[in-house]
């Protein structure tokens, strides 16, 4: 928990909550499942800005070009994300080679994830374990299922919406966004 402290401290006011987690698996996906750009991302999170307010993103990806992206070509929202080596590639390779750390690996992955589950909503590729695994803590820490959208459609253990329509327009978000603070100011 020092380490998601030290990030929290790093960032400043670019990490702020109510936030969206947003996960945009490249690297090795390929191999695995088809990779999203970073536009079909947005499309969905400028939905999330239009109809609940939504402009801070919490940023979790393994290439460096859509943090670049993300950055240059959507000024309307706030993007926080770790300093840390993005080589869109097989990251067992990576640190097997010596081109990573596995310690610090590890240790980046667990800060995206607990500062991911501080969010009050997700979109992600639920094909991926660590969209799914982000979903999953986010779920415990709030005890209730926030607004979600999964661009693939990976409904085996959790449910993901293919299409984004039936997510967002479902539920009463405010509801739960208003849950989603009331949990924040008691922690």
Not at 41 to 62: C, N, P
Not at 159 to 170: I, K, R, T, V
């Amino acid at each position: 928990l020092e380490a998601v402290a030290k990030e929290r401290a790093r960032l400043g006011k670019r990490f702020q909550t109510p936030c969206l987690a947003m996960h945009v698996r490249h690297g090795d996906k390929g191999s695995e499942a088809a990779l999203h750009p970073l536009s079909e991302y947005m499309r969905i999170a400028q939905r999330f800005q239009d109809q609940y307010g939504l402009r801070h993103v919490w940023l979790s990806t393994e290439d460096a070009s859509v943090v670049a992206e993300a950055v240059q070509n959507y000024p309307n929202f706030t993007f926080a994300f770790t300093d840390y080596p993005r080589l869109n590639t097989d990251i067992k390779a990576a640190i097997n080679s010596g081109q990573l750390r596995g310690d610090a690996e590890g240790l980046n992955a667990l800060v995206n994830l607990y500062l991911a589950a501080e969010c009050s909503a997700l979109v992600g590729t639920f094909s991926s374990n660590w969209s799914r695994l982000v979903f999953m803590f986010m779920v415990a820490a709030f005890n209730h299922v926030p607004p979600h959208v999964s661009l693939d459609a990976w409904t085996h253990d959790v449910g993901g919406a293919p299409d984004p329509a039936s997510e967002l327009g479902s539920g009463d978000f405010a509801e739960l966004l208003a849950l989603w603070q009331r949990h924040q100011r008691k922690a």
